[in-house]
């Protein structure tokens, strides 16, 4: 199931966007947390509360999730594949638990939003109010992490990516030096 190019281009597009996009919209978020549990300005504190409820459900949520869906579509539709590289199986992982934590949180951040709409928020918000300051600043460096091993991509290949290029190599070789030889990279830098 190996895209064309030009499909290739387009879904890597879409990935590239949404991936980095997603580190923007956690950066902006951060900013906004850090000013929201220090200002000394309440009506700046409020609005930071406020945005970051639009922030959170309208640009890192949807944007995760693309990421998600275009890495899985890149990966399937190359030779890269899911599970063959070590790379790709890390950001998968990365990726689902980056995204369950968000949604997970973004009940809470929900509550806080609402509750600077019509007040500063009290106390009960303290705890909660540093939390994801922490959380933003983790996102940060696991969207990172995420990100270098893209642009590197490690060679290491699973168990799994050795037993399948395997299984394609090893007829190939057998049929002789015509034979036409695969890619043992796997992909396409
Ligand atoms: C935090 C999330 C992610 C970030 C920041 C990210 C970032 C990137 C970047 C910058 C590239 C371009 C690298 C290049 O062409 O040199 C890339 C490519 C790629 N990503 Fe991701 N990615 C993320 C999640 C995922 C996920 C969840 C998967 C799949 C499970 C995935 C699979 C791939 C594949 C297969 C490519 C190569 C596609 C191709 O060569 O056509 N990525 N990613």
Redesign the pocket.
């Known amino acids: 199931m190996t895209?064309t190019p030009r499909l290739?281009?387009v879904?890597?597009t879409a990935?590239?966007l949404s991936?980095?996009g997603?580190?923007g919209g956690v950066a902006a978020f951060l900013v906004l947390a850090v000013a929201g549990l220090a200002s000394p300005d309440a009506q700046l504190v409020r609005a930071a509360y406020l945005v970051m409820g639009l922030i959170g459900w309208f640009v890192i949520v949807p944007l995760?999730l693309a990421?998600?869906l275009?890495?899985?579509v890149?990966?399937l539709?190359?030779t890269?594949g899911?599970f063959r590289y070590y790379w790709?199986?890390i950001?998968?992982l990365?990726?689902?638990l980056?995204t369950v934590v968000l949604l997970v949180h973004m009940g809470p951040i929900s509550g806080l939003a609402a509750a600077a709409a019509t007040a500063l928020p009290g106390s009960d918000f303290q705890g909660l109010r540093i939390q994801i300051v922490v959380q933003a600043g983790a996102a940060l460096l696991?969207?990172s992490v995420?990100?270098a091993?893209?642009?590197h991509?490690p060679r290491g290949m699973t168990g799994y990516g050795q037993r399948q290029q395997r299984r394609v190599l090893e007829p190939a070789l057998d049929a002789g030096p015509a034979a036409p030889r695969g890619n043992p990279r796997g992909?396409?830098?």
């Open positions: 895209m290739r281009r879904a890597l990935h590239v991936s980095v997603w580190f995760a990421s998600l275009t890495g899985v890149s990966s539709g190359t890269w899911l790709v199986l950001k998968l990365i990726t689902a980056a696991v969207l995420a990100t091993l893209s642009t991509k992909g396409i830098e």
